[in-house]
């Protein structure tokens, strides 16, 4: 059974920076696109950034959330089963449940395409 576990939340000030990180159990984590997604308070659950291995090699594929392009940075460590989002420069409106998610195959950006999910971490960004 797959499972999901974010950590790294927390209340920051605009400017700052917060690191997520996302710890997968029960999955054959490389073979896994894996997507951050974030719910602010009163609105739908969107896309901010998704990685996954590209072929056989040791690259990457990523994408972001026009939102968050050049702010927000994915990364995953296939060796720990975690994914991370570094997040710079925050915004007041970045403030939003942070949601960490898997799914078997290509890179994804509609939370129906995600089949697992983690509980969710707390970002709050203070003006």
Do not use: H
Request: proline share 5%; net charge positive; glycine share 12%.
């Amino acid at each position: 059974q797959v499972q999901l576990a974010e950590s790294g939340g927390g209340l920051v000030q605009a400017g700052g920076s917060l690191t997520l990180s996302c710890a997968a159990s029960g999955v054959t984590f490389s073979s896994y696109a894996m997507g951050w997604f974030r719910q602010p308070p009163g609105k739908e659950r969107e896309f901010v950034a998704g990685i996954r291995r590209s072929g056989g090699t040791t690259s990457f594929y990523t994408n972001y959330a026009d939102s968050v392009k050049g702010r927000f940075t994915i990364s995953r460590d296939n060796a720990k089963n975690t994914v991370y989002l570094q997040m710079n420069s925050l915004k007041p409106e970045d403030t939003a449940v942070y949601y960490c998610a898997a799914r078997w195959g290509p890179l994804g950006e509609y939370p129906s395409q995600f089949p697992y999910w983690g509980q969710g971490t707390q970002v709050t960004v203070s003006s």
